[in-house]
């Protein structure tokens, strides 16, 4: 069964960074797009960024210049680098890999990233 596990999330200042992971298991990670999307409290979820299997990548523009996606497909893990921090970054980020080759789409369990001083 396909599955998504992210870490990295904590409580950092304004500025700071942080380093999402997010390990996937049960599925051929190579050739499916993946993203990050996040959630904050009363809002709608909404897509942060995103990768193709080949590597092309796009950003929301609220965090374009700032975050970074990248993925690894021998080790079938999509990263997420956050820089230059904003209170309005604090929210619950989810790892997602798209409904594609037949197959539905998998969330992971989120991880809170809290931006506060």
């Known amino acids: 069964q396909a599955q998504l596990v992210e870490s990295g999330g904590g409580l950092v200042q304004p500025g700071g960074s942080l380093r999402l992971s997010c390990v996937a298991s049960?599925?051929?990670?190579?050739?499916?797009?993946m993203a990050w999307y996040r959630q904050a409290p009363g809002k709608q979820r909404e897509l942060v960024a995103a990768?193709?299997?080949?590597?092309?990548?796009n950003y929301a523009d609220s965090v374009t210049g700032r975050f970074t996606i990248s993925r690894d497909n021998d080790k079938n893990t999509v990263t997420l680098q956050l820089n230059s921090l904003k209170p309005g970054d604090t929210a619950v980020y989810y790892c997602?890999?798209?409904?594609?080759?037949?197959?539905?789409?998998?969330w992971g369990q989120g991880t809170q990233v809290t931006v506060s001083s």
């Open positions: 049960g599925m051929i990670f190579s050739v499916f797009n």
């Open positions: 990768v193709t299997p080949e590597g092309t990548t």
């Open positions: 997602h890999r798209a409904a594609q080759w037949g197959a539905d789409d998998v």
